[in-house]
């Protein structure tokens, strides 16, 4: 069973950095393309970033330039470097496969005040 726990999240302010970390086990990681995926409260869970087993990488167009997702195949460990956060960035983050699998962790909490 495909278990997923992300972890790093806290609050920061505006302008500040987070690093969040997410450990997966029960797949064949180092050939899945990875993604963070977030949700605003009131929102629905959307992909900001994917890497795939090959570290090519994808970025939202909200996040592009302000955040780095990265992977350590031999960890089973996926990142998201968040540098310049904005409020509007507060939200639970999740890792999962791009496209997601069915199970979903407890995600992390980021909060950027103003």
């Known amino acids: 069973q495909v278990q997923l726990v992300e972890s790093g999240g806290g609050l920061v302010q505006a302008g500040g950095s987070l690093r969040l970390s997410c450990a997966a086990s029960g797949l064949n990681f180092s050939i899945f393309r990875m993604g963070w995926y977030r949700q605003a409260p009131g929102e629905g869970r959307l992909l900001v970033a994917a890497i795939s087993w090959n570290e090519i990488t994808y970025y939202a167009g909200s996040v592009k330039g302000r955040f780095t997702i990265s992977r350590d195949n031999a960890k089973n460990m996926v990142y998201l470097q968040m540098n310049n956060l904005k409020p509007e960035d507060t939200a639970i983050y999740y890792c999962?496969?791009?496209?997601?699998?069915?199970?979903w962790g407890q995600g992390t909490q980021v909060t950027v005040s103003s």
């Open positions: 999962n496969t791009d496209p997601p699998d069915g199970n």
